[in-house]
C-alpha cells in the first residue's frame, strides 16, 4: 500500500480488525520511510460495475462519489454515520449482485432516492431537487404534494 504522505509503496499493517457490521476489514498502517500513520478499509468488489451517464459516457462505479452525493443532501441532518454507511453498502451490493455488469445512473440515483427516503425526509427531498431539476420553487410545491410520510 503507498504511503499518502511521501508515495513510498513499503508501509506495514499495525492492527487489523472488522468493521462493525463486518462488511470490511480496517487496517492501521505505518510507513517505513516518514512513519506516517493512516488508515485504510478493505471491502469485498462482487463485480466490477460500469455506470452508464445520461449522454452514453461509461465510467467505473465510485463508491466515494455515491458517499458525497448522500452526504451532501444530509449535510446538518441528524443522521447517524453508520446508518448511512450501511445504506450505501446495501446499495452497492445490491447493484453488483444484481447480475448486470452496466448500471444506468438512473437506477442509482432511484436506489438513492429510495433509500435517503427512509433515512430523512429533508435529505430525500434536497437529493430529488438536484435529481429531478428543480428550477423553481413550484418544482419544491409539485414535489412535496406527491409525497406520503415514510414508514419507520
Same mark, same amino acid.
Given at each position: 500500500?503507498? !504511503? ?13 480488525? *472488522?468493521? +462493525?457490521? #463486518? #462488511?470490511?476489514?480496517?487496517? $492501521? $498502517?505505518?510507513?517505513?520511510? !516518514?512513519? #506516517?500513520?493512516?488508515?485504510?478499509? +478493505? /471491502? ?30 444530509? $449535510?446538518?441532518? *441528524? ?5 448511512? &454507511? ?7 451490493? /445490491? ?10 445512473? +438512473? =437506477? ?12 430523512? *425526509? =429533508? ?6 431537487? =438536484?435529481?429531478?431539476?428543480?428550477? &423553481? #420553487? ?11 410520510? *415514510?414508514?419507520?
Amino acid at each position: 500500500m503507498r !504511503c499518502p504522505f511521501c508515495g513510498v509503496e513499503d508501509t506495514q499493517v499495525k492492527d487489523s480488525r *472488522p468493521t +462493525e457490521e #463486518a #462488511a470490511a476489514i480496517r487496517r $492501521r $498502517r505505518a510507513c517505513l520511510n !516518514c512513519g #506516517a500513520r493512516f488508515t485504510t478499509f +478493505e /471491502r469485498v468488489q462482487l463485480r466490477e460495475l460500469t455506470v452508464i451517464k445520461s449522454g452514453g459516457k461509461k465510467e467505473t462505479l465510485d463508491r466515494d462519489k455515491l458517499a458525497r452525493s448522500m452526504s451532501i443532501a444530509l $449535510r446538518k441532518r *441528524p443522521v447517524d454515520i453508520e446508518r448511512v &454507511e450501511r445504506v450505501i453498502n446495501g446499495i452497492v451490493r /445490491r447493484l453488483e449482485s444484481s447480475g448486470e455488469s452496466e448500471v444506468k445512473t +438512473e =437506477v442509482i440515483g432511484e436506489l438513492v432516492m429510495n433509500s435517503l427516503n427512509t433515512l430523512d *425526509p =429533508v435529505a430525500y427531498v434536497r437529493y430529488a431537487s =438536484v435529481y429531478k431539476n428543480f428550477r &423553481e #420553487a413550484s418544482d419544491f410545491e409539485d414535489f412535496l404534494g406527491t409525497l406520503s410520510e *415514510p414508514e419507520r
